[in-house]
């Protein structure tokens, strides 16, 4: 493979979005060093990409420090990161344990300022792609607990992007809407709960990983080197647009 090539860190690799963004990223040539939890998962996709691979949980500490470590071990450099890792909580705040809470903030903000600090730590310049949710910005029924996490990403963000401008280091999140994935089935697998879902978006279906995966590779890629700092809304609409009423064909 030409050393040339780009070389990016993707965590949460096997993950819906995950997955579609390093096989996005393996077919234009990107050289990857992929992370997840699951090991049989992660060998059978380095496998297939023939990418650098390394099982670990990132939300613990000093793993994502010691990914990007071995990374740089590896390949020399690191020019863009992705941090796919995250969950999908839809309970309302009365009901949510204070365990659930620790978890979904420790998987969704902690493990992306985890990104930023080693992202500082390891790359002069390049670009940082972090995950938010369309949660973060709009009001959704139960999404207490993802939303304060999902909005810490957004903010974190912001503040990462102000730090490290000076080096040309960019920091930019993408914020989804519900999108089909394994993670979020328990919505989507019930007839009911998908309609009511869907009719949310303007756009009037739910998001496919490409989506989301397509918009974080822009975003990694030189020529968006004037962006930073933004929160990009991949999400139907939702977070904008009021949806029109649903008519019949005939209407």
């Known amino acids: 493979m030409d050393k040339s090539s780009p070389i990016y860190v993707i965590t949460g690799a096997t993950g819906g979005i995950g997955g579609a963004l390093c096989r996005r990223l393996a077919r234009r040539g990107a050289r990857l060093a992929l992370a997840a939890r699951g090991e049989e998962r992660l060998q059978r996709l380095a496998g297939e990409l023939d990418a650098f691979s390394i099982p670990l949980d990132v939300s613990a500490p000093g793993e994502m420090e010691r990914l990007f470590q071995a990374t740089a ?45 080693a992202a500082a730590n390891h790359m002069q310049d390049g670009s940082v792609v972090l995950l938010s949710s369309v949660a973060a910005t709009t009001g959704l029924a139960n999404h207490e607990a993802i939303s304060a996490a999902k909005g810490a990403v957004a903010a974190l963000t912001r ?13 930019n999140a993408v914020a989804p809407g519900l999108v089909e994935t394994r993670m979020t089935e328990r919505v989507t697998r019930s007839e009911a709960s998908r ?57």
């Open 159 to 171: 503040s990462a992007a102000t730090s490290y401008a000076p080096r040309g280091l960019r920091f």
């Open 195 to 251: 309609r009511a879902s869907t009719e949310l978006h303007p756009l009037g279906r739910l998001g496919k990983p490409e989506d989301i995966a397509s918009v974080i590779e822009w975003l990694l890629s030189p020529e968006q080197s004037w962006i930073t700092g933004q929160v990009i809304g991949v999400d139907g609409g939702l977070s904008s647009l009021h949806p029109m009423p649903r008519r019949s064909p005939r209407s």
């Open 73 to 117: 071990d590896e390949f020399g450099r690191i020019d863009g990161a992705v941090n796919c890792v995250g969950s999908f909580l839809i309970k309302p705040a009365h009901l949510t344990s204070h365990e659930e809470f620790e978890q979904t903030f420790a998987l969704n903000a902690a493990t992306a300022f985890a990104m930023v600090r």
